[in-house]
């Protein structure tokens, strides 16, 4: 069965901090990995996609990795911002547009 | 662009009811997804269309859900009957292949 699992379930930390979101993936035929930022009463927002071939990838402060031998992802995010307060969903595709949600990690950051 | 329009942003309605939500994509994008989100299940994809057909909707719940999309510019969504746990968010996204762009969903309650 496809199962896309986050870690942590929520995060706090202060403001200017690093930290590191995690996902695990038993997704088979796989297609990509993308990472979502997902403001409180809003839609998600792409931050990433990730292909096979690819392992890092970053758009501003945010850094995902990916290592398909061991089916794990990571989201880096630099130098927090209150801003960056939010739910992350990791999303993985498989062949044919399957595809399957982690539920997501929720982060705060405090000042 | 107006980005991704969905109406209403909010719904409350009585159990037995129909509920129709509709959506207008981003001018261009040929895919259109329908999601829904809750506490309980987190994102799920129910269904998506191509061009205006629909291409997979083996995510839809049961019978009790249709979705539609009569052109490029105009999908709905209907549950009839609709029940309380039902109740979500409801997101429309559209997109060019795997970029999705989420409208800022229907906050649906059944009581």
């Known amino acids: 069965k496809n199962q896309v699992e986050q870690s942590p379930q929520s995060l706090i930390i202060l403001e200017g901090k690093n930290c590191t979101l995690q996902?695990?993936?038993?997704?088979?035929?796989?297609?990509?990995l993308r990472w979502y930022k997902q403001d409180t009463g809003r839609g998600p927002v792409s931050l990433t996609i990730m292909t096979f071939s690819e392992n890092t990838k970053s758009n501003g402060r945010y850094t995902a990795t990916l290592d398909a031998d061991t089916k794990q992802s990571s989201l880096h995010i630099t130098a927090s911002q209150l801003s960056d307060s939010a739910s992350y969903i990791c999303v993985v595709a498989s062949s044919g547009d399957k595809l399957t949600f982690g539920t997501g990690t929720r982060l705060a950051v405090r000042p | 662009d107006a980005g991704v329009i969905q109406s209403p942003r909010h719904e409350v309605t009585e159990m037995g009811q129909e509920v129709t939500l509709r959506c207008k994509p981003i001018?261009?994008?040929?895919?259109l997804f329908w999601y829904r989100q809750t506490m309980m299940r987190g994102l799920e994809l129910l269904i998506y269309?191509?061009?205006?057909?629909?291409?997979?909707d083996s995510g839809m719940p049961e019978d009790r859900f249709s979705a539609k999309m009569p052109n490029a510019s105009f999908s709905t969504l209907k549950i009839q009957p609709s029940e309380p746990r039902d109740s979500a968010v409801y997101f429309c996204?559209?997109?060019?292949?795997?970029?999705?762009?989420f409208g800022p969903g229907t906050r649906l309650l059944v009581l």
């Open positions: 996204a559209s997109g060019l292949q795997e970029t999705q762009y």
């Open positions: 996902c695990n993936y038993t997704v088979s035929p796989f297609s990509n």
């Open positions: 001018s261009g994008h040929d895919y």
């Open positions: 269309f191509n061009n205006n057909v629909p291409i997979d």
